[in-house]
């Protein structure tokens, strides 16, 4: 106790520079309330906060991962972690809803979200260019745009005023230190911007933080006749309640826009863009907006490059993917005027069948989109459906009532309990579907699917009892 309140006076005093002595577990601080606001002014230079949840199975798998790399940790930023079940009202402050989540928190500015790959080497790499500005050397043109379709090059990694700008502009841009064949595209200047289509724009030692975001959105965002980047005041649209209609150019690192398709995408954002309508490119290999948007569309980094439209409903996204036709501008055109007819055919995301995962008798079986119709309106079967994501926590939680039930029905063929990834797959009728949520279709000629309602305080006698109730015959023979 007495070493307590040494301490703690001596943080008091303000001639003293003190670090509030916490909890620290495999180089990693244990925060909470009051520690959390403390870390951050404690260290400045960065603090890389894990949240998670106890029951949270991906949090489970980051973590032996987050532990190496905070062992391997050259980075001036600090690893911490926060146990969302216990700090509660810390996570909702944080606007932390899913677990896990990492949120690098650097002074003065906005948290980001790390969204790169989960395992020890990337994060460690990662820290050391956003927070310790160690760029990768870069000699050749088709390097720098493996992610991002504008880059800047720097003679060196103190280049001041692109450090400040970079934690800003993460998910739009890339840095590297210009190699020998690339120095002569910087002529005499500490920094360019440089873009896919070739355009060079200086950046000047006097130009501010926030004038070198300037003249990255201006590249990106504003260039006449062209159709934007997806910026991230279009991309929040897409992720929160507002109404709207965005036409989706996807392309990877691979694909030069100089091609035919993309001029005529660009054709017809000059015809057809409107305050309704909105165009915009998307790079798939974007690990935000991009790689999250063409999930939605089954793409990834090897996907061919294709046209979408997301149409947001009263909260529910509707989906039209181009479909077996050429990216021309007579294409688009009747893209479009099917889509503002009614004409066009929604698409239907669906998973790839997993052939090493085989049906056992009493276990949950697992659907995907293009067989869940088939399975679910079977007048033969009674279907007892879960829709989840992964990363729920109801979900998480819920799993071993949901196989318990699935096990005592196996002697029941006609009984079938399933449930389904709705971050995978897109089912007709179910557009606003939350986590957790529980479907029952019934034997017999209707189908007519019957919602179970909350899943909170769940047990397996409600489950029993709501199943007894539709099949009478389960009553006398439930095995218990």
């Known amino acids: 106790m007495l070493i307590k309140i040494i301490l703690l006076l001596g943080c008091l005093a303000p001639s003293i520079f003190c670090v509030y002595p916490y909890a620290v577990e495999h180089n990693i601080i244990n925060l909470g309330e009051p ?37 391997k ?18 996570c909702n402050t944080r606007k932390v809803f899913t677990f896990p989540t990492l949120l690098l928190h650097v002074q003065n500015k906005q948290p980001y979200e790390y969204r790169g790959a989960r395992n020890s080497t990337d994060i460690q790499q990662w820290l050391l260019k956003v927070a310790d500005h160690q760029f990768p050397i870069v000699d050749h043109e088709t390097t720098l ?29 890339e840095i590297a230190v210009a190699g020998p064949s690339l120095k002569a595209k910087m002529a005499d200047s500490s920094a360019v911007l440089i873009t896919e289509r070739g355009e060079i724009t200086p950046i000047s030692p006097d130009d501010t933080a926030a004038g070198v975001t300037y003249k990255i959105r201006g590249a990106l965002f504003t260039r006449k006749n062209v159709a934007p980047y997806l910026s991230w005041t279009t991309y929040s649209q897409l992720t929160g309640d507002q109404d709207f209609k965005i036409i989706i150019f996807f392309k990877t690192h691979k694909f030069k826009p100089q091609r035919d398709d993309s001029l ?42 294709t046209v979408g439209i997301i149409s947001r409903v009263k909260k529910a996204n509707l989906k039209y993917k181009l479909v077996n036709d050429a990216i ?34 009493g276990q949950v079986e697992e659907l995907i989109a293009s067989d869940y119709q088939r399975v679910a309106m079977d007048p033969k079967l009674n279907v007892f459906v879960q829709f989840y994501f992964p990363w729920c926590e109801q979900s998480v939680k819920f799993n071993p009532i949901w196989n318990k ?34 479907v029952f279709y019934p034997e017999g000629e209707s189908k007519k699917p019957i919602d179970y309602g909350t899943t909170e305080n769940i047990t397996i006698k409600n489950l029993q009892n709501f199943l007894t109730d539709k099949i009478p015959q389960l009553l006398q023979n439930f095995d218990l």
């Open 264 to 305: 005529a995408f660009d054709k017809a954002y000059n015809e057809f863009q409107s305050q309704e309508l909105k165009f915009a490119y998307v790079n798939v290999d974007d690990d935000l907006i991009g790689h999250e948007l063409g999930k939605l569309f089954g793409l990834n980094t090897t996907s061919k490059p």
């Open 145 to 173: 745009f493996k992610k991002f379709s504008a880059a800047i090059l720097v003679n060196s990694n103190q280049v001041l005023n692109v450090n400040s700008a970079y934690v800003d502009n993460l998910d739009n841009i």
């Open 73 to 90: 940790n050259s980075s001036v930023v600090r690893f911490a972690k926060v146990d969302c079940h216990d700090e509660i009202d810390l």
């Open 35 to 71: 520690t959390f606001e403390l870390a951050l002014k404690d260290y400045p230079d960065g603090v890389l906060v894990y949240f998670y949840e106890a029951y949270c199975n991906p949090c489970r798998r980051l973590w032996p991962e987050l532990v190496d790399a905070a062992t």
């Open 328 to 361: 021309t501008f007579e294409n688009l055109q009747k893209f479009l005027q099917e889509f503002e007819n009614g004409l066009l055919k929604r698409y239907y995301m669906s998973a790839s069948p997993d052939p090493s995962v085989k049906k056992v008798k």
């Open 405 to 438: 039930l699935a096990y005592r029905v196996r002697d029941h063929e006609n009984v079938k309990i399933a449930k389904i990834n709705i971050n995978q797959n897109d089912i007709e009728g179910f557009d606003n579907v939350v986590c957790a949520s529980l």
